[in-house]
Structures are given as C-alpha cells and as structure tokens.
C-alpha cells in the first residue's frame, strides 16, 4: 500500500519567512512531485523530481525551490513566504514507467502566509 | 483555452441514478487520462485510468476516451451519496508531467 505523507497538515507563517515543507514516500517510487491546489485554478505542477538530485521546473516554479537529497524524501522551500503563496500544496510519487503511471498524493499541506 | 476543461458544477444526481462527468483536453498529444476524486479537505485519490479509445469499466465507474474529439467522460453507475465529492480529470502527454481539469462538483441526494 502506497504512502505518501507530509511533514504538517496546518502550517501558519509570516511574510518573509523562509519555510520548508517536507514529503517521504515508502515505496520506492522515483518521481515526486510538488503541487498547489487553488480554488478556481486546480492543481498546478511546481516542481518535479525523477531521481535523486534531479529536479525539472513545473508550470509555477517562481518563489519555490525544492530538494531531493534522498530517494523519499523531497522538500519544497519556499525561500521567502509571501502571501500569494497561500494554498494546499500537495505532494505526489510514482514508479517511473511513462505517462501511464499512477500518482498518489499526500494528505496536503494548508498553509496560511500573514 | 484551457489546457484540460471540465463544468464546474455541482452536477445533482439523485441516488441510484448514473453521473456522466465529462473533460475535454487541447493537446492531441495526450497519451494518458486519469479520473480523480477528492472529498472536501482530503487530497485527490485514484479512480479510474485510460489510455486507448473505448470504454474502460471498473465496478460502477466507466471512464470513455475519444482522442479523435478530445474528450473523456467518466459514469458513475448506481450514485450513492458517497459518491458526493470533486472529481478532477487529469491528462499527461510523453513524460509525467499531469495537467489537472479544476474538476467537476457531483452532488447524490439520497
């Protein structure tokens, strides 16, 4: 059984913060990914990572950076928060076999920038 | 125009009755489409897959691809309020980069 799980459900920060938000999957997928999800606008891609140390932009990379120092683990940094970076960022992983392979998702991250 | 489009909704549906939720996609080089479902709060789980033209059936879900028309529909057979979440169609091309419909609202009155 497929597990995804990421470090906080509820995240409150200030302007200006740097924030880390941490994804660990357990089954050994090579690709994770990195969304948001916004009323009105979906889910929207930030980063992606098909193997370690690699990482390859998505459709909404300014102000985030990731990392992936370990196959499963791989972080979002947000270097400094602003407010238009409130959202659920949700976090997915998949083996690495094409288009067809299945993402599962974390259970979110609700952040909240003051 | 959007890359992947779906109705907002909600779509009402009383129960026992089908749902037909539907999605249309822009790029023709789309190979793979997925059908999502996420309750209100949770994160988006797996419902059905589909690759080639034609009906794909699991259980009470059909998920329906015409790649010459550029859509995709998903039934739901038999709604039973459970049923009642966001449904988000979900296409990738070559590699998996997904791009996400902003999903469909069902509503099953009992």
């Known amino acids: 059984d497929v597990k995804v799980t990421q470090s906080s459900r509820y995240l409150v920060k200030r302007t200006g913060e740097k924030v880390f938000l941490e994804c660990v999957q357990d089954?050994?997928?090579?690709?994770m990914f990195w969304y948001r999800q916004d009323p009105g606008l979906g889910l929207r891609l930030i980063y992606f990572?098909?193997?370690?140390?690699?990482?390859e932009k998505g459709d909404i990379p300014e102000g985030y950076s990731v990392s992936r120092e370990k196959k499963e683990r791989f972080s979002l940094i947000l270097e400094s928060a602003s407010t238009n970076q409130t959202s659920m960022y949700l976090c997915?992983?998949?083996?690495?076999?094409?288009?067809?392979?299945?993402?599962?998702f974390g259970p979110g991250t609700r952040l909240l920038v003051l | 125009q959007k890359e992947v489009e779906q109705n907002s909704g909600p779509l009402s549906v009383p129960e026992g009755a089908i749902a037909s939720l539907n999605c249309t996609y822009s790029?023709?080089?789309?190979?793979?489409f997925f059908w999502y479902r996420q309750y209100s709060g949770k994160s988006p789980e797996l419902i059905m897959s589909i690759y080639s033209n034609g009906d794909k059936e699991d259980g009470r879900f059909t998920a329906q691809l015409n790649k010459a028309s550029q859509y995709v529909s998903l039934l739901i057979r038999d709604s039973q309020p459970s049923d009642s979440a966001t449904y988000l169609c979900?296409?990738?091309?070559?590699?998996?980069?997904?791009?996400f419909g902003t999903g469909t609202r069902l509503l099953v009155s009992p």
């Open positions: 089954m050994d997928h090579e690709n």
């Open positions: 997915a992983s998949s083996l690495a076999g094409g288009p067809q392979e299945t993402q599962y």
């Open positions: 990572s098909y193997d370690v140390k690699m990482k």
């Open positions: 790029d023709r080089g789309s190979q793979s």
């Open positions: 979900a296409v990738a091309r070559r590699v998996q980069k997904l791009v």
